[in-house]
């Protein structure tokens, strides 16, 4: 077939692939792919088989719930997280050495621990100096798990969020700087109308990252007795023992994240669109 | 201030010892599941850098799964599952056994898994700084594939991946705390037991934390040293 299309018109056409071999590469892809698609089969005939339409009954709705928490935890720390983080950035970026000094020892402590040893540090912590919080008043936060959780979650977020802003900050070219003031710009328009448009796009994949590691390190939240996704999964499966309650939130957690990914993705593309050549 | 010292010190009255033991359990546990997070890392990065797209697909959708669980459900899940798992390969064989995972062996893999899927994504970066000509040159030269992979750019890939290693590795470091929820005595646990009973929650959960800052910088220190040998045929700028 392809040898009469050649005599026909030799000079036009381009010639053929060669065939595609069954090169060691693709043999252990397709392997690869096959236990992949087995594992998938397995785990799908797992949750059909053992299906139990009255846990879902019972814990349906509680998977919504925790679903809906982890959301709201971990908006709300992003929230407060980027507030937080400008004067520590901005205390970075300071020329002070004290100042300077300070913001870097906040973000050295929260990212050099364990989110979770912060989450105990905080929960726990606070109730070694419940007399002194009852004195001020403010007993009543520490006491509440959700508020040392979106304390706990809130710091350390504000520190991974002032590196990302102050990075991103300093990646903008000296010449900017230096243009601006040469067309008579004050610092602070400058800095608003010139620097942080440019730092906030190099910042949007970082940001993209954190809020990511937020919805995942969220789940720690559910040791601190927080009913969210994770905690409703394990109060599921402590009560009921059933392993479909872990392989749902896996479910869920990862829906979550992928979809996360692709729409920041998408904002990405779209707000770069002027930088694509 | 007398109390504090005696409660952290060592000996039968302070918990010095038993911190000590946690911390040697966190260091363990990391320094044992960095040489398999770091080769299964190094050989998803090369089948992800593969021309064969069903070699890819399958890497892809291996770092997909673990970079997308928060960590401390993928340690639930080999903890739970693998026992669910093993339970029935060994109840074929032997209808009477029973399946205990080890808690260190969990923490092993899953961190491991979570590892090994982001070391790829450093592998992999690196393997797009180093030229196509360098692959060439090796081929010129009469190298195998294996031999240019392994004399040529084995060198320059770990050099220009450190930095991202060195990260991964503070985070591998920071995550082993999570395997004190699966019953582990790591440093995170017994901080928790030696603030039960003695009631001073914040004093032996800020010198857990303290102690992991003292085991990053450590590290940080060291992460320099090794990035220092790996560029020493760098030009001195």
């Not at chain 1, 252990?28 to 698609?37: K, N, R």
């Not at chain 1, 102050?166 to 620097?195: C, D, H, M, Y």
């Amino acid at each position: 077939m392809t040898e009469q299309v050649e005599t026909a018109r030799p000079q036009l056409t381009a010639p053929a692939p060669p065939p595609r071999r069954w090169s060691n590469e693709r043999i252990l892809g397709h392997v690869l792919m096959v236990l992949w698609a087995l594992a998938g089969a397995g785990l799908l005939s797992y949750m059909i088989r053992d299906f139990n339409p009255e846990f879902m009954d019972r814990y349906g709705m509680k998977f919504v719930s925790g679903f809906i928490v982890t959301i709201e935890l971990v908006g709300l720390s992003l929230a407060i997280g980027a507030i937080l983080s400008l004067p520590i950035a901005a205390m970075r970026l300071s020329s002070s050495r004290i100042l300077g000094g300070i913001a870097y020892g906040f973000v050295y402590f929260f990212r050099g621990t364990p989110l979770i040893a912060q989450a105990f540090l905080v929960y726990y912590g606070a109730g070694s100096f419940r007399d002194f919080f009852s004195d001020i008043g403010i007993w009543w936060f520490f006491r509440d798990p959700w508020y040392c959780a979106v304390f706990a979650f809130s710091l350390n977020t504000s520190a991974y969020q002032a590196e990302i802003l102050r990075g991103s900050i300093q990646n903008v070219a000296r010449g900017q700087w230096e243009a601006a003031s040469a067309l008579g710009l004050s610092k602070p328009v400058t800095f608003w109308k010139i620097i942080l448009p440019q730092a906030l796009i190099v910042a949007l994949r970082p940001y993209g990252n954190e809020v990511v590691l937020m919805i995942k390190g969220s789940a720690i939240a559910s040791i601190i007795t927080i009913y969210d996704l994770m905690g409703e999964t394990r109060r599921a499966f402590s009560r009921s023992y059933d392993f479909q309650a872990y392989i749902w939130a896996a479910i869920l957690y990862l829906v979550m994240v992928e979809a996360l990914r692709r729409v920041w993705d998408r904002i990405e593309a779209r707000l770069t669109r002027h930088l694509k050549r | 201030m007398d109390e504090i010292l005696t409660l952290v010190s060592f000996g039968p009255n302070g918990w010095g010892d038993e911190i000590a033991s946690g911390v040697l359990v966190t260091i363990t546990l990391a320094i044992a599941t960095l040489p398999f997070g770091l080769t299964l890392g190094f050989l998803l990065a090369l089948a992800k850098k593969s021309e064969e797209p069903s070699l890819r697909a399958a890497a892809n959708i291996y770092t997909t799964i673990f970079r997308g669980l928060p960590e401390l459900l993928t340690l639930f899940l080999v903890y739970y599952g693998g026992q669910i798992v093993l339970q029935q390969l060994i109840s074929f064989l032997f209808p009477d056994a029973q399946v205990e995972v080890n808690s260190f062996v969990a923490g092993m893999v899953a961190l491991s898994f979570v590892f090994s899927s982001y070391a790829s994504e450093a592998f992999l970066s690196a393997f797009r700084g180093i030229s196509l000509g360098q692959y060439e040159g090796g081929y010129a030269l009469g190298l195998r594939r294996v031999q240019t992979l392994r004399l040529i750019i084995l060198p320059q890939l770990i050099r220009l991946a450190l930095p991202a290693l060195g990260n991964l590795w503070l985070i591998l470091l920071k995550d082993t705390a999570l395997v004190s929820v699966i019953g582990l005595s790591d440093l995170v646990r017994q901080a928790g037991i030696a603030a039960r009973v003695e009631k001073e929650p914040f004093l032996f959960f800020g010198v857990a934390c303290l102690i992991y800052l003292v085991l990053a910088m450590i590290s940080s220190i060291g992460i320099t040293r090794i990035e220092a040998w790996s560029s020493r045929g760098e030009v001195r700028r």
